[in-house]
């Protein structure tokens, strides 16, 4: 057998990801997912879209100065500012890449560029030449590629490779491909293209026919030697391609793909609940790899094989994708030093010592009313205990519930607004209905209720209940999150952290970049 060609594992969950309508994540949420990805040994980190807002700058600025193992990557339309910005936050990054991209198929050129054939490969090469005058490294993308001509691309991608990219994605940004159809279009542009040699060829996959994974994965065996992919699957519309499930594929089918990865498999349920905590998107149980149901046996007769032999109903071992990884670590009688210590093990590290104090105080007081505490615990902790220390226009105080059958419930709820604190009380046709209404007497926000969701963070019926709330406001979409033993308690967090990004404007973006690559 020859030998193994790396595969590169291109990470987007911080930009694309992100697009997914409520996923917006703040700066600290993204460096503790850039963290976790880097732990990982990602190759590529996305880390945003540079010039899409002043916070999205500000977030790929922070990663870039703190990540040094991964290469950290903005994406740029090809325009002049675009470039400039990305470059901007990429300055001191040990490791930094330009993701620049245009889009090639008619129907794009013709309706949304206006622009004819001609122009783009311009402002294509124009593009390439300006970012590669500010990084080494420069990836274009065709933006979709996938219904774009191919003797077209193959013009475009010479071009481009002679101005000096390295890396050429050709994403199915409208996930219209199907497998056999894509992979033989790599296959094409690599045998095509006199320069193709001179770089990487990657694949940027869209699922909105469940083929992401299907077509990434035919893509590899055609010569494409970069995968961008997202944690979960995360991402626009239907999402892109996973992660997870790309790497277990190669890993699993050695005999098949003759590619290896830099991956460290270990890590990946760990990160993909940490990406789940943060969005507000659980992860459905029958999820491939990370799915609570993935390596669960229900029926006698696989049960009974796996007892005798693992290999006879499970293709590969829980523990190698980190399943037996995240046992009870910490309980009421530890102290802090511990605590700081796992945390930092998980990726976090806190700020001031006002933090830590904050935390470790509500971690007894979780610890006093639940006996095991998880590593998805802690992480929930921590995210709401950052959210406090921000020191935000709302916050919750305390409330009270009465609901009885038979009875109309209420709830009377008492919260901080600025600092002062400000009670209310209302009827509703459940408790969590009755505490958002109570809710909406002092905040009066406006916003319609668009998703409510618990989701247990942990097994067992002391599990804290992790609920998001999905807000909608003059055509902006916007979550929250909230842990507590009690949901009703978490309800109400996750709605007032709704309020608390409506105030901030967090997550509001130009969004210049309206369909991806």
């Known amino acids: 057998m020859s030998a193994r060609d790396q595969l590169v594992i291109f990470d987007t969950t911080l930009r694309d990801g992100e697009q997914s309508p409520g996923a917006s994540m703040t700066q600290d949420e993204k460096l503790r997912i850039a963290k976790a990805l880097e732990r990982m040994r990602v190759d590529v980190i996305e880390a945003g879209f540079a010039i899409a807002s002043q916070g999205d700058f500000e977030s790929v600025q922070a990663i870039a100065n703190t990540i040094k193992d991964s290469t950290i990557c903005s994406l740029s339309r090809a325009m002049d500012a675009d470039i400039d910005r990305a470059a901007e936050a990429l300055k001191n990054a040990n490791s930094g890449r330009i993701h620049t991209f245009i889009a090639t198929s008619p129907i794009h050129m013709e309706y949304k560029l206006r622009m004819t054939p001609e122009q783009v490969i311009e402002h294509a090469v124009r593009s390439v ?4 005058n500010q990084v080494a490294d420069v990836e274009f993308s065709c933006e979709d590629a996938g219904r774009s001509d191919i003797d077209f ?3 475009i991608v010479e071009a481009v490779i002679d101005a000096g990219a390295t890396t050429i994605n050709v994403p199915d940004t409208v996930g219209y491909a199907v497998p056999s159809q894509y992979g033989n279009t790599i296959r094409q542009l690599i045998e095509r293209i006199p320069n193709s040699d001179k770089a990487i060829f990657s694949v940027h996959c869209h699922n909105d026919l469940g083929l992401a994974v299907a077509n990434s994965l035919d893509a590899v065996m055609n010569g494409a030697r970069q995968v961008e992919c997202t944690i979960n699957g995360l991402g626009e519309r239907a999402g892109n391609a996973s992660l997870e499930e790309v790497v277990m594929a190669i890993k699993t089918r050695p005999d098949f793909f003759n590619v290896d990865t830099n991956i460290r498999t270990e890590e990946i349920v760990s990160t993909s609940r940490l990406v789940s905590s943060v969005t507000g998107f659980p992860v459905q149980p029958n999820k491939a790899i990370v799915g609570a149901n993935a390596f669960a046996h229900e029926s006698g007769i696989h049960q009974d094989g796996v007892i005798k032999h693992r290999e006879t109903y499970e293709i590969m071992r829980a523990e190698d994708v980190g399943w037996n990884a995240n046992k009870m670590v910490m309980g009421k009688h530890s102290g802090r030093s511990a605590f700081r210590a796992r945390l930092e093990e998980l990726g976090t590290v806190f700020d001031t010592e006002k933090e830590l104090n904050e935390a470790f105080a509500r971690f007894k007081s979780l610890a006093d009313k639940k006996h095991e505490i998880f590593d998805e615990d802690l992480q929930a902790l921590v995210s709401d205990t950052k959210k406090f220390v921000a020191s935000e ?3 919750f105080v305390s409330l009270s519930v009465c609901s009885n059958t ?6 009377d709820i008492n919260i901080s607004v600025d600092g002062v604190e400000q009670k209310a009380s209302s009827e509703g ?11 909406e007497k002092v905040a009066n926000s406006g916003t319609e209720l668009a998703l409510f969701s618990v989701n247990a963070i ?10 998001t709330v999905r807000l909608e406001s003059g055509g902006r979409v916007i979550n929250g999150r909230g842990a507590d033993i009690d949901i009703v308690v978490a309800s109400a967090k996750a709605y007032l952290d709704a309020l608390n990004h409506l105030a901030s404007d967090a997550g509001s973006k130009d969004h210049p970049q309206k369909s991806g690559v």
């Open 429 to 439: 046709a459940g408790p969590v209905d009755a505490t958002f209404k109570a809710i």
């Open 393 to 395: 226009r709302y916050s």
């Open 406 to 411: 038979g009875d109309v419930p209420n709830c």
């Open 458 to 467: 942990t097994g067992g019926t002391d599990s804290q209940g992790e609920v």
């Open 153 to 155: 691309m193959c013009r």
């Open 129 to 132: 030449k300006r970012a590669r």
